[in-house]
């Protein structure tokens, strides 16, 4: 609500433009609180990351977390405009240079050989930022190949959820109240071939679609990592 209230007290109205310039969650945050004041106000993202730039920033996914749930309040909301600008990137430290990157990897994985090659090959260590730049624009075009299709994650913009929701979930069970229930929860993992048969639907280009997956718990038991998928009518183990 702050920053509702800032919009307010600014004096904004529904002819306002908000511009988000920042990681992710500066462009979640920016653009929910466009998307609900006055029931939607244009806005304008510049994202400084590399996971914002191919992930956050694009595909009209706006929220914010709430009562210890990733995500729980948002909307769907596009940017005016998304502005890269990649000499944002000279200063990103190695860490979240390589968390952006490991989405542009699943990018690459859910698109072609010939892509997936290139990006298990390029030197993250020592970038060719010209070369990068490019790579970034061509991950940015997968994802919305995906929200074009599926602009309100109906279906196979699914897809593009491998590994998020995962994440979510370990980050919230680690500091949420959902720590004292399991070690590790999650919801919906897609992962495109990961099982070939049961409840699962298909779809023409990539094969299984785990959409039906509704709950995944990872539980320790004698050293050894199970992973439970629970779907609609069965359950997957893998070890």
Not at 73 to 94: C, H, K
Request: glycine share 10%; charged share 20%; with cysteine.
């Amino acid at each position: 609500m702050r920053c509702s209230s800032a919009l307010q007290q600014g004096g904004a109205t529904r002819h306002s433009l908000l511009i988000n310039l920042g990681g992710g969650m500066i462009t979640d945050l920016g653009g929910f609180a466009a998307a609900t004041f006055k029931r939607g106000i244009n806005f304008i993202n510049i994202p400084t990351t590399l996971l914002a730039m191919v992930d956050a920033a694009v595909g009209g996914k706006t929220g914010i977390n709430f009562g210890g749930l990733k995500n729980e309040i948002g909307a769907f909301a596009d940017a005016r405009f998304v502005i890269i600008n990649t000499s944002f990137l000279d200063t990103l430290d190695a860490e979240n240079l390589c968390s952006g990157y490991a989405e542009m990897l699943k990018h690459a994985l859910i698109s072609d050989e010939r892509m997936w090659a290139e990006h298990v090959n390029f030197d993250l260590s020592q970038p060719d930022w010209h070369e990068l730049a490019k790579m970034i624009e061509a991950s940015i075009n997968i994802k919305l190949r995906y929200v074009r299709r599926d602009p309100l994650e109906k279906d196979i913009r699914k897809s593009l959820n491998l590994g998020h929701t995962f994440g979510h979930a370990r980050r919230v069970s680690a500091l949420g109240p959902l720590a004292q229930e399991v070690e590790r929860l999650a919801s919906l993992l897609v992962v495109d071939g990961l099982v070939d048969d049961g409840p699962a639907k298909t779809t023409q280009e990539h094969g299984t679609d785990l959409s039906v997956v509704r709950l995944l718990v990872v539980v320790h038991e004698r050293d050894e990592l199970v992973v439970v998928l629970a779907t609609d009518g069965m359950i997957f183990l893998l070890v």
